[in-house]
């Protein structure tokens, strides 16, 4: 908040809101915060836990439409959804002249290592996805700095990184491998008994899976001149 000179009451829109994890930070920090999310089973899971405390458009941020403008426009793990460059003008067309987008990849570990091996065998029954959760298999996204430099669209770039450790339930699971790219790899039957049989290994393990975090948060502000 300091870095960015965000203030509570200030607007933000978040790009591909999920599960509202990171989304809870926003409201804490009293921000107003709208969502654009484009799955419905995440839609109704923001819908029933935040109630009015959020907005929640059911889109695509590509087909998002609106007369606000934003002092902040955040995605967590969800911007390479978007090509780059349509993603970062749109993004810049929203914010305010001094206004901020923010960009948040991180990579995953889960922390227990017999839960872990157990998810590995079931995962070696279908090798066209080698992760687990977003963020724990190969990375393609290496260059966000030099994308976000290049677009002349914003100051240059300030990074900054912390590490984390959530609890995952098995709903909350299943959730996050359904957005991660490579389960997409898969047909509907095969990705179901993939997701269902790593839940049975998490019930068989207390019910949720310890994972580590390891967050880096890109911060550009817009140019304040004219967009080109």
Same mark, same amino acid.
């Given at each position: 908040m300091t870095t960015s000179n965000l203030r509570r009451g200030y607007k933000a829109l978040e790009i591909g809101a999920g599960s509202g994890k990171f989304t809870r930070y926003l409201v804490r920090a009293g921000l107003q915060v709208s969502c654009v999310e484009p799955a419905k089973g995440f839609v109704e899971f923001?819908?029933?836990?935040?109630?009015?405390?959020i907005e929640i458009t059911a889109s695509k941020f590509e087909l998002y439409q609106t007369q606000t403008r934003y002092?902040?426009?955040i995605a967590a793990q969800s911007f390479h959804w978007i090509p780059w460059e349509e993603g970062l003008r749109k993004a810049a067309c929203l914010l305010e002249p001094d206004g901020y987008l923010g960009l948040i990849f991180y990579s995953t570990k889960i922390v227990d290592a017999e839960l872990r091996g157990q998810l590995d065998q079931i995962? #070696?029954?279908y090798p066209a996805v080698a992760a687990r959760l977003p963020g724990s298999g190969p990375s393609s996204r290496q260059t966000p700095v030099s994308k976000i430099?290049?677009?002349?669209?914003?100051? #240059?770039?300030?990074?900054?990184?912390? #590490?984390k450790t959530y609890h995952h339930s098995c709903f909350e699971y299943q959730m996050l491998a359904?957005?991660?790219?490579?389960?997409?790899?898969?047909?509907?039957?095969? #990705?179901?008994?993939?997701i269902d049989?790593?839940?049975?290994?998490?019930?068989?393990?207390?019910?949720?899976i310890e994972t580590e975090y390891l967050f880096t948060l890109i911060l550009a502000q817009r140019v304040s001149k004219p967009l080109p």
């Open positions: 923001l819908k029933k836990h935040f109630d009015s405390d002092h902040l426009v995962y #070696r029954n430099e290049n677009a002349g669209l914003y100051k #240059r770039p300030m990074l900054f990184e912390v #590490r359904e957005t991660e790219s490579q389960h997409k790899n898969l047909n509907t039957d095969d #990705r179901a008994r993939l049989a790593a839940c049975e290994a998490i019930k068989k393990n207390g019910g949720s």
